[in-house]
């Protein structure tokens, strides 16, 4: 890859590389893991259209009434590309069951699936290009979250949002074929639209901000497209997203710049797919506990305290030991283990608001002591570990633990099985089996689908749920 002269502005230099990108590097297990992850993100995106989240938005009135080709997911609507993937992104993240990914510090493909597959709609694209454009989105969101977490992570950014906007950006950029100059100017716009404070986990304003994120992302392209303007220094500017947001010096914008697709992040080790319908922070206790239970089998009330240790980063948005919605238990370490040791699983009934007040649960709850690991807070790797200790009634003492785990990634991969598990489930609250299996299987070729509209059909034709009467009501 050629390199530009290095005192070019960042988003230059990034641009550079984005419509440069070396095709040749998308291997087919580039191809295979990008179409895994987004076949995973449309199943969670279907099941969320349900919630109360994407129902109220999309009941917000003229919302979605733009004339386009673009499908709102589960609806019979077609609208504006925007419009779409404002609904579908904030859907995607509604359940918080989409894969996520360690150096991110958040999930990689909520803000760029919805947006693409509202683009390709409008354009026309072909399954390959979207799976090409796809890889470049995940290329650019985490090049940038290497230059500036963890920082940003800590300071209380909702990197999903304020990074993958970039991602967002440059995937509905790549598609559309943004030259360089423009390209530059479209990831300057997205550092004004970079938007989202943990503050706002555990409520419905969470997938909001992926929603935004893929709708601005996809907006500051478009825009660009049109010969918008924008300042190309807006990354490393005094005022400008870097100082800004993390602070001066507390940045590294070398990190984002260095060995790109070399190799690409979409084969990266610290990226997984969620088994369970929950914040990822929460996921490696949750696997411990699972592990526990297989091994020993316990009874719930043989338990007489519990303590759970994960990294110190894990905890600051989980440490809740009082849920008292829905929405907040996917946020608690606290519920999410006592869950699992009750269960021996973890579905999406059991953040239901009826479970969630389940009294054994609660019990397990009031006795569960939560501490960091004694780790290395700023190593850049093993910080999805956790340990659980048991101290049971009789004076016996479980400890189990794992080292790091970020979901179900290419260490420990979903069989073909277990993605169809998921998928249906999810797929089938609002479309009809036969539609579910008809578009996993097509999913699963996405590369040879020369229109995708035979994909987003699927999720529309056939459908006469009481779920959809009631999103369509609005």
Known sequence: ?????????????????????????????????????????????????????????????????????????????K???????????????????????????????APLVAPLFALAEERGASGRQVIDAYVVGVETEIKIARAVNFVHYEKGWHPTSTLGVFGASAACGYLIGLDQSRMAVALALAASMAAGIKANFGTMTKPLHIGQCARQGLFSALLAERGYS????????????????????????????????????????????????????????????LKIQQAYDLPVDSIRDIVVKTHRRRLPHTNNPNPTSSLEAKFSIQYAVARALVSRHVSLAHFLDDAIFEASVRQLMANMQVMPLDQDADAQGGQFGAEIQLNLKNGRRIVDSLDSTVGRGRSNPMSDAEMWEKF?????????????????????????????????ALFTSGTDTDQLREISAF
């Open 1 to 77: 890859m050629v390199a530009i002269e290095s005192d070019s502005p960042l988003a230059e230099q990034l641009a550079e590389r984005i419509c440069r990108f070396p095709l040749a590097s998308i291997t087919d297990e580039a191809v295979r893991l990008s179409k895994l992850a987004i076949i995973d993100t449309i199943g969670v995106t279907l099941a969320g259209m349900t919630e109360p989240a994407v129902k109220l938005l999309y009941g917000l009135s003229g919302l979605a009434q733009a004339p386009g080709q673009s499908t709102v997911f589960g609806c019979a609507r």
């Open 79 to 109: 609208t504006s590309a925007l419009d779409a993937a404002l609904i579908n992104g904030t859907s995607s993240h509604a359940l918080d069951f989409d894969d996520f990914s360690q150096p991110f510090g958040g999930h990689q493909s």
């Open 424 to 456: 249906g489930h999810c797929a089938q609250i609002l479309i009809p089996e036969d539609n579910a299996r008809a578009a996993f299987r097509l999913m699963g070729s996405l590369e040879t689908i020369d229109d995708i509209t035979r994909i987003t």
């Open 230 to 289: 924008a300042n190309i220094g807006a990354l490393e500017h005094r005022q400008g997203f870097l100082d800004v947001y993390n602070g001066p010096g507390m940045h590294d914008p070398s990190a984002m710049l260095a060995g790109w697709a070399e190799p690409l992040e979409v084969l990266g080790m610290d990226m997984g797919l969620k088994q369970f319908p929950c914040c990822g922070s929460t996921h490696p206790a949750v696997m411990v506990a």
